[in-house]
C-alpha cells in the first residue's frame, strides 16, 4: 500500500509545470508572478503572485481553453489559456497573463 501511494505522489508530482515572471506595478513594487499547469485528472491552472492564489481553475472541458479573472492589489489579473491538439494525442497550453489589460508574459505549457 506504501508503495502505491508514493508511486500516485510521485505521478501527481510529475506531472505539474511551473513558469514564472517578475513584474513591476505602478507604484514600483515588485510582483513574483507563478503560473502553474496541473494535469493529473483535469488540467488546472494557478496563477500566484507573492505567495497569494490569485487564479486557481480548471479548463473547459469540451474546449480545453480557459478564461479567468481576479484583483490583486487593486488591479486586475486575466489568465487567457489555449489548447492546442498536438501529434498522436499529445498537447499543448499557451497561457497568456494580463495586469490591467497589459501583456505581461506568454508562457507554452
Not at 14 to 42: G, K, M, P, Q
Not at 61 to 86: M, Q
Not at 87 to 104: C, D, H, P, R, W
Request: charged share 20%; hydrophobic share 45%; net charge positive.
Amino acid at each position: 500500500m506504501k508503495k502505491l501511494f508514493l508511486t500516485l505522489m510521485f505521478i501527481c508530482f510529475a506531472c505539474t509545470t511551473t513558469e514564472f515572471i517578475t513584474y513591476r506595478d505602478s507604484s514600483n513594487n515588485l510582483w513574483h508572478i507563478n503560473v502553474l499547469h496541473n494535469s493529473v485528472i483535469v488540467d488546472n491552472f494557478k496563477v500566484v503572485i507573492n505567495d497569494s492564489t490569485v487564479i486557481d481553475k480548471n479548463v473547459e472541458l469540451f474546449t480545453g481553453n480557459l478564461e479567468a479573472k481576479a484583483n490583486y492589489k487593486n488591479s486586475e489579473v486575466k489568465l487567457l489559456v489555449t489548447y492546442t491538439p498536438g501529434f498522436l494525442g499529445t498537447k499543448s497550453y499557451q497561457a497568456m497573463v494580463f495586469v490591467n489589460n497589459e501583456l505581461i508574459g506568454k508562457f507554452k505549457f
